[in-house]
Nanobody, 124 residues
């Protein structure tokens, strides 16, 4: 599986962005999907995850209510809608595919494939 993330950019605090991650191959619906982010000088951290069917979603506390993860299995795509962005959301955002289940989806080691990352910069 190859993953291609896009949609990052520069936005003012309070603004919105929608990240997309397109997967190659026919097995997209057999993977749970996650988004992680890495800010400068910090370790990569879990942001959100979604189950294979899209029936369940999970978020880190700092983005709950503001971010929404969703997927379209017909388009082999997972999305991350980010609203009310804050400067502390500035990071490179990565999508990833996993054969695991929650709560292991919070852990990077649960993921088998990673996208290349897309930069999100939120100005104050």
């Amino acid at each position: 599986v190859q993953l291609q993330a896009s949609g990052g950019g520069l936005v003012q605090a309070g603004g919105s962005l929608r990240l997309s991650c397109v997967a190659s191959g026919r097995a997209f619906s057999t993977y749970a999907m996650g988004w992680f982010r890495q800010a400068p000088g910090k370790e990569r951290e879990f942001v959100a995850a979604i189950t294979r069917s899209g029936g369940s979603t999970y978020y880190t506390d700092s983005v709950k209510v503001r971010f929404t993860i969703s997927r379209d299995n017909a388009k082999n795509t997972v999305y991350l809608q980010m609203n009310s962005l804050k400067p502390e959301d500035t990071a490179v955002y990565y999508c990833a595919a996993s054969r695991g289940v929650w709560p292991t989806l919070r852990q990077q080691v649960a993921y088998d494939y990673w996208g290349q990352g897309t930069q999100v910069t939120v100005s104050s």
